[in-house]
């Protein structure tokens, strides 16, 4: 795709064909501040069509084999793999994030197509010992009907896939709704899947306002399911607005990890954790350490060298090489961000590095910050901060640390640092997280399930339980046999 001339209106891609309409949204380059595409949008009515073209590709999608389906999708990773290069590239222009970091998130899209094509063919059921003379029982697992998939902007492609993948493969058709900020990585796998050939109406984009779309895949009793990534705020809200049909959710929703280090732990070990899993994709990650707890015994020792590197970190347009932190989504989030660090700093925490905007950057950098001995009652102790702001604070015992991780609503991510066996199961077992990263900063992947509880979510995404949400369980009862 040609994501260089912001004049010509890119085609949104709709029942197989690709078609322009407006209005036009403006998609910009948070590194530099400027538009740089145009892409077609939809509104509620052509939401409506798509779900009618959706509904009746579903019957033809659903009677295809697992294996076939699953072929398809190997087709539409091939597509990707193929176009990495340019697909990082697309994601690092509209989102901002370090070019190595669109790589890799293109590399974990084509795993998770890949595994998904697999688990197709592993939709298994079951035979159930019948109680009754002549009667037999068995459960088959079919495809829930078509699938509203809304997804946010931080990780614009692989989060979107960890839907569309296993939709797919169960046998639903797909409708997906990417962050308007970040509409071309969605544009550019909309690009793969024609090419891998899949039926009209199988895979479809809805591109446009938000609360338009949003309502026509409630309301429409024909979208059978909504699988949403975002903000708990709006997962809420569609929570709220399900009840009337009884619409089945699948919630992936906000965040707020602790980051344990005990004085047991590999220090070097811990302090790469605690800067990967902080400023990564800038912090805009929901699984990002929104919370770092350090023992009394290597608390100064931590902040040392963890400020030491943390001021290493290169910060510039993403597609810049040997950056390390891009731009925040927009101007708001640093805004955001600047008032957790100065409600932080007004309670009495130690501001170490950072807490400004860079200079010679436009309004949507911020510095890498670490703020030291944070008050557990301020804002960025209690909400998401979004942004690489690193608030550390020091603990003396396991049994207290454990109670300030879990003091929170969210549930979704924790990570532990610790060379004692004993205690990393015991902590990683008490820890009230989907998630839980015993020396390890980067525990997500294909295989293995991904999901919050409380209130970061409800259902999986991702392992075999990834395509669970997308299936219905149907019990067979055989009577009057033998
Ligand atoms: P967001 O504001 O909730 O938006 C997410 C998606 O929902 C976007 O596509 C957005 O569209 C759409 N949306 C907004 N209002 C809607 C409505 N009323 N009806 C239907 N759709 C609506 O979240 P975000 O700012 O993009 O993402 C950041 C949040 O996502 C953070 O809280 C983060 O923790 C969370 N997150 C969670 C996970 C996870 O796996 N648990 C992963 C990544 C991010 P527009 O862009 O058009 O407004």
């Not at 193929?82 to 899209?109: C, F, W, Y």
């Not at 809420?236 to 049909?245: F, G, K, P």
């Amino acid at each position: 795709m040609n994501t260089s001339s912001p004049d010509s209106i890119r085609p949104i891609y709709l029942n197989g064909e690709w078609r322009t309409s407006s209005p036009a949204l403006e998609v910009i380059n948070p590194s530099t501040g400027e538009v740089f595409a145009q892409v077609s949008t939809i509104d509620r009515e052509g939401t409506r069509q798509a779900i009618a073209d959706a509904d009746a590709a579903w019957q033809g999608w659903r009677d295809l084999t697992g294996k076939e389906r699953g072929a398809y999708l190997h087709a539409i990773a091939d597509g990707i793999e193929k176009r990495a290069d340019e697909i990082a590239h697309t994601i690092s222009l509209e989102n901002g994030k370090p070019l190595a970091q669109g790589k890799g998130e293109v590399g974990m899209t084509v795993d998770h197509f890949r595994w998904f094509a697999e688990e197709a063919r592993r939709t298994y059921g079951r035979v159930i010992p019948h109680q009754m003379p002549g009667k037999r029982h068995l459960v088959i697992r079919q495809s829930v009907g078509v699938v509203g998939a809304i997804a946010p902007w931080n990780f614009p492609l692989v989060l979107a896939v960890r839907k569309v993948a296993p939709a797919l493969a169960a046998g639903c058709p797909v409708l997906l709704k990417p962050a308007s900020a970040t509409p071309l990585s969605s544009l550019l796998l909309a690009e793969a899947v024609h090419e891998a050939g899949l039926p009209k109406g199988v895979f479809q984009l809805l591109i446009g306002k938000a609360r338009e779309i949003g309502a026509e895949l409630m309301e429409n009793p024909a979208c059978r399911k909504i699988t949403f990534t975002g903000s708990t705020e709006v997962g809420r809200e569609l929570i709220r607005q399900s009840a009337d049909q009884v619409k089945k959710l699948s919630m992936e929703l906000g965040g707020h990890a602790p980051l344990i280090i005990f004085d047991d732990a590999n220090l070097d070990t811990a302090i790469e954790g605690a800067l990967i899993t902080k400023f990564r994709n800038g912090g805009q990650s929901c699984i990002a350490s929104n919370r770092i707890y350090v023992q009394a015994g290597i608390y100064e020792k931590f902040l040392e060298a963890f400020v030491k590197k943390t001021q290493a970190l290169k910060i510039g347009d993403g597609l810049t090489d040997g950056i390390d932190i891009g731009p925040l989504i927009d101007s708001a989030a640093v805004d955001t961000a600047l008032k957790h660090i100065e409600a932080a700093t007004a309670s009495g925490a130690r501001l170490l590095c950072g807490g400004k905007r860079p200079e010679g950057f436009n309004d949507s950098f911020l510095e890498a910050t670490v703020l030291a001995d944070v008050p557990e009652d301020t804002l960025c102790m209690n909400e998401e901060t979004f942004a690489p702001v690193a608030p550390v604070s020091v603990f003396d015992h396991e049994d207290e640390v454990i109670q300030r991780a879990n003091d929170t609503d969210y549930g979704l991510a924790a990570y532990v640092f610790t060379e004692n066996l004993n205690r990393a199961w015991r902590v990683a077992e008490a820890l009230e997280a989907g998630t839980v990263g015993v020396n390890d900063a980067v525990p997500s992947t294909s295989q293995c399930p991904f999901g919050g509880i409380k209130q970061s979510g409800l259902g999986r995404e991702l392992g075999s339980e990834g395509i669970d949400g997308f299936l219905e369980s149907k019990h067979i009862s055989f009577g009057g046999i033998g």
